[in-house]
């Protein structure tokens, strides 16, 4: 079934028009990535999807319901980590966090916090603060306290950007396992094309400012 529709969707930032009649849809349980240069509008697209800013024109519906506000059942990653999690929190409290206005017992948040922390691969960190970790488990927390609300979709805004190499490469697997695992819906925003065809059951390309959609591509390689 179709998760996301975005429909013939404009945005402009005063004169400059960043985004240019977008339309495509994403599938439940894909993990579609676009892919685009700097500064084309991948960041604009991504939170007129996550109801963070009104389009100019056209529209964005989750599950058949048009995005009017912040949808409940989307979760964001973020490139810049060390901005994203609140600094005074545990990690656990983080993960936590989201889960506060749900009709959930504290014991169930708990629970859901902590299967949340081991499939990111930190079990036992959930009573440090954040700034006791390094980057890349920054990164970690804030995919699992995306992972813990079950999001319909889960959007991400160039999550790998500011770790190193080797935290990528982990990241990136670890992505697509719990994405198979889970049968999440992901939209992953980026401007390396390898990381998108080595992620995406699906690449979306587009062109420079304002963003068009130029390829639509289904990834399909063999297994390793
Ligand atoms: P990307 O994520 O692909 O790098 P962005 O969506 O961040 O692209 O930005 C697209 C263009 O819109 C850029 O030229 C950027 O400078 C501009 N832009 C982004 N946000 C704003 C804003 N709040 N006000 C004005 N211009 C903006
Ligand atoms: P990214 O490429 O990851 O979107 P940017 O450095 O382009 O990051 O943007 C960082 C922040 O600054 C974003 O919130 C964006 O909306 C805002 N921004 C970017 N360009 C402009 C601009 N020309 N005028 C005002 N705000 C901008």
Redesign the pocket.
Known sequence: STMLEVNGLNHS??E?V?AKDLNFTVESGQLACIV??????????LRCIAGLLKPTGGQVSLHGDRVTGVPEDLAVVFQDYSRSLFPWLSVRSNVEFPLRWRDMSKADRRERAAEALAAVGLDGVGSKFPWQLSGGMQQRVSIARALASRPALLLM?EPFASVDAQTRFELEDLLRRVQREQGSTVLL?T?DIDESVYLGDRVLVLSK?P?SIVADLAVDLPAD
């Open positions: 930032y005063g400059h960043v685009g240069p700097s500064g084309c509008g991948k960041s604009t697209l805004d925003v401007h400012s963003a």
